[in-house]
């Protein structure tokens, strides 16, 4: 059973923007720190950003200046805004939330950007 839902994924052209968001299950206590990971085909998985419930943030070296991660901690909700989309962000995002106990993972959603 997932406990974190994610949306917002779809094909877009190299140049647009997507904004994903993924929101956790009211049973997901604890949450200190929720972010993206994505899996393109034939490479391994790798965080894109990350978000702490204090604000701090990280990214990887190739979305910075292009995506944004904003969280709401009320609603333990996390966002991508996803700007200047090239094709290598072609993938599967999957957001995780990771509490004082276990991390937690979503379905996944797929982003395809085309050429």
């Known amino acids: 059973q997932v406990q974190l839902v994610e949306s917002g994924g779809g094909l877009v052209q190299a140049g647009g923007s997507l904004t994903l968001s993924c929101a956790a299950s009211?049973?997901?206590?604890?949450?200190?720190?929720m972010g993206w990971y994505r899996r393109a085909p034939g490479k391994q998985r790798e965080l894109v950003a990350a978000?702490?419930?204090?604000?701090?943030?990280n990214y990887a070296d190739s979305v910075k200046g292009r995506f944004t991660i904003s969280r709401d901690n009320a609603k333990n909700t996390v966002y991508l805004q996803m700007n200047m989309l090239k094709p290598d962000d072609t993938a599967v995002y999957y957001c995780?939330?990771?509490?004082?106990?276990?991390?937690?993972w979503g379905q996944g959603t797929q982003v395809t950007v085309s050429s």
């Open positions: 978000i702490a419930s204090g604000g701090s943030t």
């Open positions: 009211e049973g997901i206590f604890s949450i200190n720190a």
């Open positions: 995780n939330a990771i509490t004082n106990t276990i991390a937690y």
